[in-house]
């Protein structure tokens, strides 16, 4: 038994003297759970919406008023006309617009009735049938207000109207975003384990003694995969296209130049992780437990990025997945070109040639 108790105790100083795995014990339950519980959440905060008010009188400021105080939404544009809402959607920056019909107090006065529009941006479905009940709610509650010492009640009656996405199937918001997972994991992990392995087998002096440079390896390392995973990218659009029925409004060939681009991303951060793992098993962990939950919670894919906490959101920046699901839903759902996403293509190629700046760094580390 003695000699059982010096063998327990032998392990708890291992434990204890490796830093690593007490931060697995104890560092990554406490992670995940921040995470998970301010990333997981369906309702809206904080959401950009424009307003076109015809109206411009009373009751309409009234209702601005109150939909700014909420905690809700907050107002980002003023439109002239119905001409500048395709082109605010498209820009991506609002996720609804309240349409005033024109003399709304006048018609609330005079009929005891008048309209206001809804229009969401349907690209994701759950966040658009939130902001519409959110918005319905605030309605209803200012209706209660200006019906507390009238006769007859007057009535504020809503219309809904979907842009991109009618039917509000959910599959139209799961394509990209489940493109952009397997994409982003699947190439990651098969470059990460690429210099690993290289270590493991004993082949990597073979490497240090060649004549290739440390940017020919890496660039070498990566190519053969560009051709697999774009063989991946083409089999997922096929099975969105023909069996899910998604549409794809934009240019294709855009589409494709995106998905490369994208995909060399991900492969460069394999190498990355590749290059500064001592093993494959750490690079496959790394590959799949360090990508897996950020790409899932932090890209926008499920869960609104709005609604999170704002140093989630800062985070949320560096996620490259997040960056192609705006340009998969942009090109596929809403049509746009190159015009509207020029800045998320330029941070993905400034995101890849990071990446492979400081895999070269990294391997020349070890060269020396």
Do not use: C
């Not at 038994?1 to 830093?19: A, P, Q, T």
């Not at 939950?293 to 997945?321: C, D, E, R, T, Y």
């Amino acid at each position: 038994m003695k000699r059982f108790v010096g063998f327990v105790k032998k392990e708890f100083y291992h434990i204890f003297r490796d830093r690593r795995s007490l931060f697995i014990l104890f560092g990554m339950p406490i992670v995940q759970v921040m995470l998970f519980g301010f990333a997981i959440t369906n309702e809206i905060n904080n959401v950009d919406i424009a307003i076109l008010d015809h109206s411009k009188d009373t009751s309409t400021k009234e209702i601005i008023e109150k939909i700014s105080a909420s905690k809700y939404f907050s107002v980002k544009d003023y439109l002239d006309n119905e001409n500048e809402i395709e082109t605010a959607f498209k820009k991506g920056k609002i996720k609804a617009v309240l349409n005033f019909e024109k003399d709304f107090s006048k018609k609330l006065q005079t009929e005891n009735q008048a309209t206001i529009q809804i229009l969401t941006d349907a690209t994701d479905p759950n966040t658009a049938n939130t902001i519409s009940n959110y918005t319905g709610a605030i309605l209803q509650n200012y209706q209660e207000l200006i019906n507390k010492d009238v006769v007859t009640p007057y009535q504020i009656n809503t219309q809904t109207q979907l842009f991109y996405n009618k039917e509000l199937k959910s599959v139209f918001m799961f394509v990209p975003g489940v493109m952009t997972i397997i994409l982003m994991l699947v190439s990651a992990m098969m470059t990460s384990i690429s210099i690993t392995r290289e270590k493991e087998l004993g082949t990597m002096e073979i490497l240090l003694v060649s004549p290739l440079k440390p940017l020919q390896v890496i660039i070498g390392k990566v190519v053969p995969y560009i051709f697999l995973s774009v063989i991946n990218a083409i089999v997922i659009i096929l099975l969105s296209i023909f069996i899910f029925k998604m549409p794809i409004a934009g240019n294709y060939f855009l589409l494709a130049a995106e998905t490369i681009l994208f995909i060399i991303n991900a492969l460069s951060l394999g190498i990355l992780i590749s290059t500064v793992s001592v093993s494959q098993q750490t690079a496959m962990m790394i590959s799949l437990m360090g990508l897996m939950l950020p790409v899932i919670l932090l890209s926008g894919f499920i869960f609104p990025i709005s609604s999170m906490p704002l140093p989630l959101q800062i985070i949320s920046n560096i996620i490259p997945a997040k960056w192609f699901i705006i340009i998969l839903k942009g090109i596929m759902l809403k049509g746009v070109g190159l015009a509207y996403l020029w800045k998320e293509t330029l941070i993905l190629i400034g995101m890849t040639l990071f990446f492979i700046t400081i895999s070269v760094k990294k391997y020349k580390t070890r060269l020396e």
